[in-house]
Nanobody, 124 residues
Framework: QVQLVESGGGLVQPGDSLRLSCAAS???????MGWFRQGPGKEREFVGF????????YFTDSIEGRFTISGESALNTVYLQMNSLKPEDTAVYYC??????????????????WGQGTQVTVSS
């Protein structure tokens, strides 16, 4: 059984940095891995994803270049580096994996496996 496990969340101050990690247990070969987040009282929203073939990454516009995604496809491990954090970044962050090629990777429906989420709180 495949599981994705996130780690690295916590309480930080505005302007701080944080790096989230996500590792898959079980053997899968993913096409892409993504990050989503769900703030208090909000729906889960797209943050970014990485396609392993070529390593291209895409982010939601609201990130404004503050976040980066990296990882190791062979290990199905992905990282979300978050810089210049703002209070509005407060959310539970989820990683996800998609096995098949293609798909609209900006939406939750495109992904096959999900982690349990890790809380990120940005507050002074």
């Amino acid at each position: 059984q495949v599981q994705l496990v996130e780690s690295g969340g916590g309480l930080v101050q505005p302007g701080d940095s944080l790096r989230l990690s996500c590792a898959a247990s079980g053997r899968i070969s993913s096409y892409a891995m993504g990050w989503f987040r769900q703030g208090p009282g909000k729906e889960r929203e797209f943050v970014g994803f990485i396609r392993w073939n070529g390593g291209s990454t895409y982010f939601t516009d609201s990130i404004e270049g503050r976040f980066t995604i990296s990882g190791e496809s062979a290990l199905n491990t992905v990282y979300l580096q978050m810089n210049s954090l703002k209070p509005e970044d407060t959310a539970v962050y989820y990683c996800a994996a998609r096995l098949r090629t293609g798909g609209y990777l900006y939406h939750t429906d495109a992904f096959d496996y999900w982690g349990q989420g890790t809380q990120v709180t940005v507050s002074s």
